[in-house]
């Protein structure tokens, strides 16, 4: 099973830029599909993007879609969630997660067998 390893995240103000990733290590890290879930707080885990094993195909919520931008390093073990134009509803833990397909990524976190440690992402106004 493949582990990851959480980065990045801070404070910023409406309309900036922000990236954070996850390393993985352990298992072989291109088997498997990547996601990106978020927790705001009182609220439960919801789906951000997810991308499958070779990064041939990318899906985003729609509150995402347009903003967020995911992609994956096989060869570093890396993936990558760019964030642009944030605004203060972005505020939350932010997650990344695998679970090993060769097929296609999926937007229900009971899918997903290994998680990051939560990444705190805070815009502010």
């Known amino acids: 099973q493949v582990q990851l390893n959480g980065s990045g995240g801070g404070v910023v103000h409406i309309g900036d830029s922000l990236g954070v990733s996850c390393a993985g290590s352990?298992?072989?890290?291109?088997?498997?599909?990547l996601g990106w879930f978020r927790r705001a707080p009182g609220e439960d885990f919801r789906f951000v993007g997810c991308?499958?094993?070779?990064?041939?195909?990318?899906e985003y919520a729609d509150d995402a879609r347009g903003r967020f931008n995911i992609s994956r390093d096989n060869v570093k073990n890396m993936v990558f969630l760019q964030m642009n134009s944030l605004k203060p509803e972005d505020t939350a833990l932010y997650f990344c997660?695998?679970?090993?397909?060769?097929?296609?990524?999926?937007?229900?976190?009971?899918?997903?067998?290994?998680w990051g440690q939560g990444i705190r992402v805070t815009v502010r106004v």
């Open positions: 997660t695998a679970h090993s397909s060769l097929d296609s990524c999926g937007r229900t976190k009971e899918m997903y067998s290994s």
């Open positions: 352990g298992d072989s890290f291109s088997r498997y599909a």
């Open positions: 991308i499958t094993w070779n990064g041939g195909d990318v």
